[in-house]
């Protein structure tokens, strides 16, 4: 199974390097790229392109890719007109941009208004906005979209940090068609990216160096590791898992991730609640089991062994109850754990009795910043700013993996290993969000040996759910119910239907 890699500015140069080494021209890695990003114009917005096409080419190698689009596109009879911006000064931009002239000569050029624009100013080696004419050229295609334009960027919107998606001076893109691997700065700047669409350039085995990217998690690599539903499944085989929570008010939170569970596959759910609860749970979801939380160490242990995986604090609260609560499901869970919410904050500033809670028992923290920031004593803000940084070193301490949740989404195993899901949308961003993917992944954990495997898994289908739930850039009206519904349909894993160069595609995300 070949997945993208998620990869700084640092680490998408060594990939060049390494294929360029291995006996493929750096000219020829342009010429794909380039010709890529041509078909990928067409096939997203040729009624634009059809109205006029201006390419914006810079001097460095993203301008030889703008040189090979712009060639590209005026052989298939579409209107072009290159703005170039600084002159090419790399050999492989040089050799483009001659290459172009012949074509472009002969081209036809847009008549007024173009429908689309091309920005090819600034790649991935830039650093910091961009300067004089760059920033200029920069203005000139920010302007040309607020008049109507269709914005297509090359590798990245220029000024764009691949690595942090800081974009100060940056124009906004419609489309961005990146080259061989997803960079984190387009995963941190969804809404200056647009449709982010990765395409082969040749790369080959280099694509997937081994140097610590993480992998993007998509449909295929969930088809790959959850296990089909045999067809003489029985609700003891398909696992049973008990949700812990639910304190006083709080009711919402494990009913929210026991409706996920049973739509993600699991044979039994126990949800197990604050006394004065254990009635409501049974009337709004009576294909569920309900019951109290543990009184003492011998019903911990037989929930325990009842249970294949135990998800504890959706919902639990952060009152005296909540530690030993946790402390006497976790010790005494038989099978894989996941926890989540308030479990997570009963440890503040702990992680050494959290990690000696947890000990060998396969273990997945599904955390927000807030509540990982509080478990590992770190500052909120730093843990968004560096989550490719942070995750891996908690799930190192604890043993457990960690699913930090967030834009991107990122899943550390205790050996370092890390994945990204960058599926779903900001209809995510409602409160019970979290419960249902703790849902989704407790019910994983149960039917997947690896909860590194399970936690990637379960984020890419809880944001596929919220993709489905509402049409690309609508959010407003759309409920959790609504991304409840749609897991039906996101368990189909169906992997969308794009030509052989399309390694991923993301869509565009956030409010039209």
Request: with cysteine; hydrophobic share 50%.
């Amino acid at each position: 199974m070949t997945l993208v890699r998620v990869v700084t500015a640092a680490q998408a140069a060594e990939r060049d390097a390494r294929a360029i080494a291995a006996g493929t021209p750096s000219r020829q890695l342009m010429q794909t790229a380039g010709r890529a990003a041509a078909d990928e114009i067409l096939r997203h917005a040729a009624d634009r392109a059809a109205a006029g096409v201006e390419v914006y080419a810079g001097g460095g190698n993203n301008g030889g890719d703008a040189w090979v689009v712009a060639a590209t596109l005026a052989a298939r009879g579409i209107p072009v007109r290159v703005h170039e911006v600084e002159p090419a000064r790399t050999p492989d931009a040089r050799a483009e941009k001659d290459a172009a002239a012949a074509v472009l000569n002969q081209a036809a050029q847009p008549s007024g208004a173009p429908g689309l624009v091309v920005d090819g100013l600034l790649g991935t080696g830039a650093r910091g906005a961009p300067r004089g004419d760059i920033a200029r050229a920069c203005e000139a295609v920010d302007e040309a979209r607020r008049n109507g334009a269709y914005v297509v960027a090359l590798d990245v919107p220029s000024g764009l940090d691949a690595a942090t998606g800081a974009h100060e001076g940056a124009p906004r893109a419609d489309l961005t068609v990146t080259f061989g691997t997803i960079k984190r700065g387009h995963l941190f700047a969804r809404d200056w990216c647009g449709t982010i669409v990765a395409v082969d350039i040749g790369l080959g085995a280099h694509a997937d160096l081994d140097d610590g990217a993480p992998r993007l998690a998509d449909a295929a690599f969930v088809r790959a590791v959850v296990p089909r539903i045999t067809a003489d499944a029985h609700k003891g085989k398909r696992g049973k898992v008990a949700i812990v929570g639910g304190t006083r008010g709080m009711a919402g939170a494990v009913l929210f991730a026991a409706r996920a569970a049973l739509r993600s596959g699991v044979g039994l759910v126990k949800v197990v609640v604050h006394p004065e609860n254990v009635a409501l749970v049974q009337r709004a979801l009576p294909e569920a089991i309900a019951a109290e939380w543990p009184q003492n160490d011998k019903e911990a242990t037989d929930l325990g062994a009842w249970g294949d995986a135990i998800l504890v604090g959706p919902g639990l609260g952060r009152g005296a109850h909540a530690r030993k609560l946790v402390a006497r499901c976790v010790s005494r869970a038989r099978g894989p754990v996941v926890i989540d919410a308030d479990a997570l904050n009963a440890y503040e500033g702990d992680p050494t009795a959290f990690a000696a809670l947890i000990g060998d028992r396969p273990a997945l923290l599904t955390p927000h910043p807030l509540e990982f920031a509080r478990l590992a004593g770190a500052e909120p803000n730093i843990v968004n700013a560096e989550r490719f940084a942070v995750a891996a070193p908690l799930a190192h301490s604890t043993g457990a993996a960690v699913l930090l949740k967030g834009v991107p989404t990122v899943i550390a195993a205790p050996d370092g290993r890390l994945m990204v899901s960058a599926s779903g949308s900001p209809v995510l961003g409602q409160g019970g969000s979290g419960d249902i993917l703790a849902g989704i992944a407790v019910t994983l954990v149960a039917q997947v040996d690896s909860p590194f495997e399970a936690g990637a898994a379960a984020a890419w289908v809880h944001g596929r759910a919220a993709e489905l739930a509402a049409p690309p850039g609508e959010i407003r009206g759309v409920t959790l119910d609504d991304v409840l519904a749609a897991l039906r349909e996101a368990w189909k894993l169906e992997s969308p239907v794009v030509p052989p160069y399309v390694l991923a595609e993301l869509h565009a995300v956030g409010e039209k």
